[in-house]
């Protein structure tokens, strides 16, 4: 792999919350200093960790806010391994030119295998007979047990987990209907409708892929609960906020709805062993699970290699594929010119505000130094622009501070 102008070995990476084992010896085998830490640390202790790191490695639960972000002196770019993003004050890292990567397809299926799982879970009552069974009572019952074949399950979000749970819930004989704000194409038989109270209404079991954000906060509250058909049940393995949990209990409770699957909550325990406090606890026919939807071996394996390779990536060669904030650029690897003996290109990775003049005064100070640019590369989106430069050998450092100065920089980088 190339190697960058600035020493590997002092590129400092924070993982956290026991991110695989295999992004951090992926990380390791490219040169780069690796700390690894469990659980999701917060306040001074989060601060600390951030100040100082190059390259900073998250799942789900912890929160880059503006401030955290903002403290930060050397932060080149955040891997959220996991599917969402919106832990991350992305507006904040995008001002400050720090791209963030996640991986959006590798666990896709761990997530829709557990839906599938809990709604048959569900409609054969497995967690309140096994419940019964522990507790020594034999009642071989199959009053309000049911196949989920022939049955309607209802899928709120059709992207990457709802349409693969579309066609897992199709293999086994369901009838499939989705409602997503966006037109999507459907798979096999499933069918969209036009509202999410249309789909409430006809489903006996709806599941939600959703993300979180202004527009699905309490998307599910007592109103849409009532407007569910007797005897539904409701899965969520989106994000916590997307259920009213206090109008779900009341739901569940008066017997209006059967059964729910969570699997996300509002407030959930930063670190293993911590108690987990929730109105939901108790509640009968409630499958509860600790946000382990893309919890398997094999996704988390994958999800750690697809984010780690981003990132070395980005900071070996400057490439943003991938990113959710940030222009997206692919790049070829720098020419090592070995076969010549010649001394290596430099790269000049500049992110920038996106107004007139920019290009023009990079290439004037650039040419004022003697260097020719052999290759450059531009994406621009809305106020931010990023371009990269190849030219031929030359004095780095003068290049590099010469490119910073530029009144629009944000982050400029030079490698060597």
Not at 43 to 65: C, F, M, P, W, Y
Not at 123 to 136: A, I, P, Y
Not at 221 to 236: D, W
Request: hydrophobic fraction near 40%; aromatic fraction near 4%; charged fraction near 20%.
């Amino acid at each position: 792999m190339p190697r960058t102008s600035y020493p590997k070995e002092k590129i400092r990476v924070v993982l956290l919350e026991n991110i695989h084992p295999k992004a951090a010896a992926m990380l390791r085998g490219e040169g780069f200093s690796v700390e690894t830490t469990s659980g999701s640390p917060d306040g001074a202790k989060l601060l600390k960790l951030v100040e100082d790191a190059h390259v900073l490695g998250i799942r789900s639960k912890t929160q880059l806010t503006r401030d955290v972000l903002g403290a930060s002196k050397r932060l080149l770019a955040v891997g959220c391994f996991c599917i969402g993003t919106d832990q991350v004050h992305l507006g904040a890292a995008r001002s400050a030119g720090v791209p963030v990567f996640n991986a959006p397809f590798c666990n896709t299926r761990s997530v829709a295998e557990l839906t599938i799982a809990e709604a048959i879970g569900l409609t054969r009552q497995l967690t309140t007979k096994s419940e019964q069974m522990h507790k020594g009572v034999w009642d071989k019952n199959a009053s309000g047990a049911h196949e989920v074949r022939g049955r309607t399950l209802g899928i709120v979000g059709y992207g990457h987990i709802g349409s693969q749970v579309s066609v897992l819930a199709e293999a086994m004989g369901m009838r499939v209907l989705f409602y997503d704000v966006l037109p999507k194409l459907a798979m096999g038989n499933a069918r969209p409708v036009r509202s999410l109270s249309e789909l409430l209404k006809e489903s006996d079991i709806v599941t939600l892929h959703v993300p979180s954000n202004a527009s699905t906060k309490n998307l599910i509250g007592a109103k849409q609960l009532a407007s569910m058909r007797k005897g539904a049940c409701l899965i969520n393995n989106a994000r916590g906020g997307v259920v009213d949990l206090d109008a779900l209990v009341e739901s569940l409770r008066s017997g209006h709805l059967s059964g729910a699957a969570l699997d996300v909550f509002p407030d959930e325990p930063s670190a293993n062993g911590q108690e987990f406090i929730s109105v939901v606890r108790g509640v009968p026919n409630v499958i509860l699970t600790p946000h382990i939807g893309g919890s398997t071996e094999e996704a988390q394996e994958a999800i750690g290699l697809d984010v780690a390779e981003k990132l070395v990536k980005f900071v070996n060669v400057g490439t943003t594929t991938g990113a959710v904030n940030v222009p997206e650029v692919e790049l070829p690897a720098q020419d090592a010119r070995e076969d010549t003996g010649a001394a290596r290109r430099h790269r000049v990775l500049h992110f920038h505000r996106n107004v007139p003049g920019v290009l023009s005064t990079m290439h004037q100070r650039i040419a004022a130094l003697g260097a020719n640019i052999s290759g450059e590369h531009l994406r621009t989106q809305d106020d931010l622009g990023y371009v990269v430069l190849d030219m031929d050998p030359t004095d780095g450092k003068r290049v590099h501070e010469a490119v910073r100065s530029i009144p629009e920089t944000i982050r400029c980088r030079v490698l060597w």
